[in-house]
């Protein structure tokens, strides 16, 4: 049966219209209206390109995918055939991914380059931004500066990483994760993976020419290393072999200290004490991955946010992340908890209990023990039944003008 998902244009004339929850963030409202599906489609390889820059409120649940893509078809034109429907498709497609294999996404979905010896450990010129090579010490400052980083340069830097300089994929995934405003672990580590050749049939690399044709002038790397051809760059990432740099850059920058909890100033007294909760009260559970307040909120309920730190000892997070996303669940909810939410199973005893599924270890365990309803977290494309080995599978059977079988 042929499925077609609405992407169906309203009459332009229709005045725009956003959401309350979308008007309280003037950011993300500015970015969304900002939108230009035309241009993103031309430039969006170009780090100076149209691109969107709502992947931060997308990741974190404050304007799911769905939402996202309405709004566009609605104000913006969006149609199936546009870049940007396949870019969020593509994170459709890690969900899945991330679903049916669960936590082997943290490990090579394939066996990667035969041979290949790789560092358990990222070296100090790269985490300083002092390799002498302009794109990689541009893409860490950018990084650490601004919590953002261009897909293209994304790719550049863990290109470098993995294949100039041999380090473990898994070592550079987690280091760059934890400074993402937009960090997602399904898109993040299986894009490494795509880099790596453990989720992919052969090697993302890169050159100084392709910097040249998509990036400003600071990024340039002529005259380096990485001037050299494609031949010559796959033969050093298949050998045994380590790029030279480390020569002359600018001064050397201080990684921010990722941090396992939020940092005091963001913290309010009693954010570590579990609530009391009156008897028969219905409790709506959000979390770092939902930060938007319920649509229907039941009368009478308590919208309870829960920041459940035994995951955040394991991903730690940026400051500035921390700051992302603490005021914004702050706002969406009448109380928040910082600490282990297992403590939170004796107040929420005996009541309903709302919540919203995440694949993320530690809240996927401790939001089903806490919530008597526990639902799914909205999705812009089915969710096939088994899984898609490719994103052009995914996108051929299950985009929105593929045939579901």
Known sequence: MREQLALQIDPASQAEVLPEAWQADPLFAARLQAVDVAAYGRSRNHLDGAVTGLSPWISHGFAPVPQVVAWLVRYRGLRARHKLAYEFAWREFFHHVWGQLGDGILESVRPGLAGVRYAPELPASVREARTGIPTVDVAVRTLYHSGYL???????????????????????????LAHLLDGDLAANHLSWQWVAATFSRKPYLFNAENVARHAPP???CA???????YATLDALARG?????????????????????????????????????????????????????????????????????????????????????????????????????????????????????????????????????????????????????????QFWSRYGPEGRRR
């Not at 005259?223 to 051809?229: F, I, N, S």
């Not at 107040?347 to 709302?354: C, D, E, F, M, T």
Request: charged share 20%; hydrophobic share 45%.
């Open 240 to 392: 045994s072999g380590r790029m030279l740099f480390g020569g002359r850059g600018g001064e050397p920058v201080s990684e921010p200290p990722p941090l396992a909890c939020p940092p005091p100033a963001l913290l309010q007294a009693g954010d570590g004490l579990p609530p009391c909760i009156e008897k028969g009260r219905t409790v709506v559970l959000l979390h770092p991955w939902h930060l938007r307040p319920p649509a229907r909120k039941p009368g009478g309920a308590l919208v309870l946010g829960v920041v459940h730190l035994p995951f955040h000892r394991q991903f730690p997070w940026s400051a500035q992340r921390w700051q992302f996303v603490l005021p914004r669940l702050r706002r969406a909810c009448d109380r928040l908890f910082v600490g282990d939410a297992t403590m939170l199973a004796l107040p929420l005893a005996g009541r309903r209990v709302i919540a919203e599924r995440v694949r993320y270890a530690g809240y996927r365990e401790v939001l089903p023990a806490l919530a008597t309803e526990l639902r799914d977290p909205p999705r812009w494309l089915p969710d096939p039944p088994r899984l898609c080995e490719s994103f052009s």
């Open 150 to 176: 261009h897909n293209h340069a994304r790719m550049w830097l863990a290109a470098f990483v993995v294949h100039y300089a041999k380090v473990d994929w898994r070592v550079g995934a987690d280091w760059m």
């Open 218 to 220: 600071e990024w340039q």
């Open 223 to 229: 005259g380096t290393a990485l001037d050299a051809d």
